[in-house]
């Protein structure tokens, strides 16, 4: 003779079965301080890497006369650039608060970077042209003291890493 379980039975073994599973996994260890330092320093190199194109691309929208296509396409380049390292910067999972606080001045840094790129692709590029338009182009002449805060966030953080 067979003994039968009841639905609710089964389906509460079921649960505490897999209950019983998850608590025993134990919790992904957190990066050290070093290696959660090195990955930012990592990403904020290829960001200033970055930095020398986007600069010139910038520059290039203020050069006196028509700006070529070649100039907005270096420009979305750079920009494209710029946004997938600022990705890569916010999904670091960092848990010391320095750390923290570095990489959200960094990722604002970019953000100016990426704003001065469009800003400069608008008025290079404007439907209509104006004088006051077309004397604040020309005072384009790369990314300014932003690029610099970025170069010295990055030393300083690469000279805590040793």
Known sequence: ?????????????????????LQHRPA?????????????VAVLDEAVAAQTPADAAVAACGDPGPVSRQTARMCSRQSSTL??????????ELSDPDL???????????????????ESLDLAFTLR????????RLRLNGLGRHADDLRRLRDGLREEAG
């Open 129 to 136: 042209p104006d004088p006051r338009t077309e004397a604040t």
């Open 1 to 21: 003779m067979r003994i039968r379980t009841s639905p609710g039975t089964v389906r509460w073994l079921r649960t505490a079965r897999t209950l019983s599973r």
């Open 100 to 118: 923290l606080r570095a990489q959200a001045h960094a990722a604002r840094l970019l953000a100016y970077d990426l704003w001065m790129l469009r």
């Open 28 to 40: 992904p260890a957190r990066p050290s301080h070093r290696a959660q330092l090195l990955a930012l």
């Open 83 to 92: 946004h997938r390292l600022r990705t890569r910067l916010q999904d670091l």
